[in-house]
Nanobody, 115 residues
Framework: QVQLVESGGGLVQPGGSLRLSCAASGSIFSIYAMGWYRQAPGKQRELVARITSGGSMDYADSVEGRFTISRDNAKNTVYLQMNSLKPEDTAVYYC?????????WGQGTQVTVSS
């Protein structure tokens, strides 16, 4: 079992930045691939960024060059640095830990980009 707790969401103006954090507990963090997903009202949950246990990263096209995912295995934490935020980035952001067949989700944190 893995417990995930997100933090760092909030209200930010277009062009601003936020850093999301996801603290994990309950298992060996370093063996899991970690991801950030988001879900906007009326839309399906979508992958934003993920980082493997080996440190390989990939991003959704819509955030490439603006968002950066990173992990600190010593702190059992994964981060999502979000720069140049746009109104269309508004969503609930969820942290995910994956080691098939096991998948775990956090409770989500709201990010609102608005002037």
């Amino acid at each position: 079992q893995v417990q995930l707790v997100e933090s760092g969401g909030g209200l930010v103006q277009p062009g601003g930045s936020l850093r999301l954090s996801c603290a994990a507990s309950g298992s060996i963090f370093s063996i899991y691939a970690m991801g950030w997903y988001r879900q906007a009202p009326g839309k399906q949950r979508e992958l934003v960024a993920r980082i493997t246990s080996g440190g390989s990263m990939d991003y959704a096209d819509s955030v490439e060059g603006r968002f950066t995912i990173s992990r600190d295995n010593a702190k059992n934490t994964v981060y999502l640095q979000m720069n140049s935020l746009k109104p269309e980035d508004t969503a609930v952001y969820y942290c995910n830990a994956a080691r098939p067949p096991y998948y775990y989700w956090g409770q989500g944190t709201q990010v609102t980009v608005s002037s």
